[in-house]
């Protein structure tokens, strides 16, 4: 199946604010409590992964205020209110109350006075605190709703990581890729996910895992199910990767154009990321584990900078250059190797 034709999985329209409050808690856990109509969590909804700190919709200007958006009230917004009166304040807060806000996080500690929260509580909109500093936890609770509201999309293939490099093995159905994955673990790397592999966007990273009933387990053809964790041990596996390289096999196939040089480097969209990608064909006695090990120390070195086809081809224009320059002085035929030292072993 080609890469880059499957349909996404329809992304999520909304999660409640229940299912984040839960979420925070025990995935990332973030102490939360509730101020006020912690109850209606479970009716009310987010649409968005952006947040909205409501500064100036309390000073009075709504024309633009994003209440759709989980509202934050960090220390400015909390010392802002606490050096007005109670009419100010209630006039205030009334400001974003009288919008449908899904729910207001108090950041950094902060409180607010027990009137206030009777006016959300008025009208139904849920209060938490959370001792997180303000920054830390939009960050955190951003990357959470990016995650949940993030395209994901179903592919046929094998996730390993090799060295610290995803690599996603693909190819026609049949052709080896859960043997190779094997044999890549029986090596000492550690396999993500077989068959089915889920690939999520966040920002422009995709981040691969398996789903809830393939983890950790493969399916070699003639053999049946394998269970690599039992198997190998913990450190045989992993639960999510991030996606590097997609390595694709194929048959020989007399005629076609294979890469013999690696200057031209190729890419697959998968989700609007451009991703490099290898070509690599199938022949009796081609060792495409060890092949696979090198494409992954290839990609590292590229991350640092050293691409071996640039500088084998530098090398060869060097040699050109100099080769075309002594030409004029040279008597007799060149030689490949100007001297052989001798082996004295």
């Given at each position: ?122 009208f139904g909109i849920p209060i938490l605190r959370t ?137 697959v969209g998968i989700l609007d990321v451009d991703v ?70």
């Amino acid at each position: 199946m080609p890469i880059g034709t499957l349909s996404p999985i329809p992304r999520k329209e909304k999660i409640s604010v229940g299912f984040l409050v839960t979420h925070l808690r025990k995935k990332l856990r973030i102490g939360i409590e509730a101020c006020v109509n912690e109850a209606a969590c479970a009716d009310r909804y987010i649409h968005e992964a952006e947040l909205h700190r409501p500064g100036l919709a309390m000073a009075g200007f709504v024309e633009l205020y994003t209440f759709q958006r989980i509202q934050i009230l960090g220390n400015t917004e909390c010392e802002y209110l606490r050096r007005l009166d109670k009419d100010a304040q209630q006039q205030a807060f009334s400001h974003i109350l009288r919008f449908a806000v899904p729910v207001i996080f108090l950041t950094h500690g902060n409180e607010l006075p027990d009137y206030l929260l009777a006016m959300a509580g008025e009208f139904g909109i849920p209060i938490l605190r959370t001792p997180v500093e303000t920054t830390k936890f939009m960050f955190q609770l951003r990357d959470f709703l990016e995650d949940q509201f993030a395209e994901q999309i179903l592919l046929h293939g094998s996730m390993v990581d090799v060295y610290g490099i995803g690599i996603l093995i693909v190819g026609k159905s049949g052709i080896g890729k859960s043997e190779v994955a094997l044999d890549l673990v029986e090596r000492g790397h550690r396999l993500v996910s077989d068959d089915v592999v889920i690939l999520t966007k966040k920002g422009n990273v995709l981040m691969a895992a398996a789903t809830e009933n393939n983890q950790h387990f493969m399916e070699i053809r003639g053999l049946g199910i394998v269970d690599v964790m039992s198997m190998f041990g913990i450190r045989a596996v992993r639960y999510q990767k991030r996606l590097e390289v997609v390595m694709e096999l194929y048959l020989w196939e007399e005629g076609r154009v294979v890469n013999r040089t690696g200057l031209d480097k190729e890419t697959v969209g998968i989700l609007d990321v451009d991703v490099p990608i290898v070509h690599l064909p199938i022949t009796p006695g081609k060792n495409i584990t060890v092949i696979a090990e090198v494409i992954a120390m290839n990609h590292l070195l590229s991350n640092y900078g050293y691409d071996a086809a640039q500088a084998f081809q530098d090398k060869i224009r060097s040699r050109i250059a100099d080769n075309t320059a002594t030409t004029s002085r040279r008597r007799g035929p060149a030689r490949a190797v100007e001297y052989f030292e001798g082996d004295i072993e």
